[in-house]
């Protein structure tokens, strides 16, 4: 018989549940097309369970992105401290990572047009931008001393949007690893 969950690890475990239920359901339906009550159900849960984990399914969006984020930091800090360094591998990542294009980024266009429709709801996903800017403005410094890091890395955030939406729509004159390039453009010294 396994050991008995603490009150704080059944918690985690369904909201992590309720998470990847949101994930496959958002992929499936987009986030307009999924209901809360069709995420607790997947994940097994009910209605209460959900609530008691998040407020709304935005949230839940938000808390896949975040954990996205997260992931994605992990895994990028691991490929080397400059640019020189990661050139390859980051490269290497970023076409692995357009094999899941489509589910990702239609998750965060999804965020952003709950941003655009509901004000109250832009704070929380300014936060979770705010965030990926942090770590790109961290590589940047690392890189271009000297340089505006913030002001370029919410240029290279914003490129790494669009190119990425170019990329789905044109894969085959858009190269998967397009945002590497344009970033190795911006940092650059001459």
């Given at each position: ?5 603490t009150r704080?690890?059944s918690r985690a475990l ?6 990847a ?7 499936e ?5 999924t209901?809360?009550e069709?995420i607790?159900?997947?994940?097994g849960?009910s ?19 975040l954990?996205?984020?997260?992931s ?7 490929l080397g ?6 050139g390859e591998?980051?490269?290497a990542?970023?076409r ?5 294009l ?8 999804e ?9 109250q709801?832009r ?6 931008d705010?965030?990926a800017?942090s770590l ?5 410094a690392?890189?271009k001393p ?6 370029l ?12 939406i170019?990329?789905i729509l044109?894969?085959d004159?858009?190269?998967?690893d397009?945002v590497?390039q344009?970033?190795g453009?911006?940092?650059r010294?001459?």
């Open positions: 018989m396994p050991p008995r969950l704080a690890q369904t909201r992590e549940r309720l998470i239920s949101a994930r496959e359901l958002f992929a339906r987009g986030v307009n097309g209901s809360v069709q607790a159900e997947r994940a849960y209605r209460g369970a959900f609530y008691g984990n998040f407020s709304d399914k935005y949230d839940v969006l938000r808390a896949l992105l954990e996205r984020t997260r994605e930091e992990r895994e990028v800090r691991d401290s400059t640019f020189e360094e990661a591998q980051l490269r990542w970023n692995e990572r357009a094999q899941h489509p589910e990702w980024l239609s998750l965060r266009l965020l952003v047009l709950q941003a655009i429709r509901d004000p709801s704070p929380l996903v300014a936060e979770r705010r965030y800017r790109i403005a961290e590589g940047v690392r890189n000297g340089a505006d890091a913030e002001f890395a919410l240029i290279i955030h914003a490129l790494e949007d669009g190119l990425l170019q990329y044109d894969p004159n858009v190269p998967a397009i590497v344009a970033v453009y911006l940092l010294d001459d």
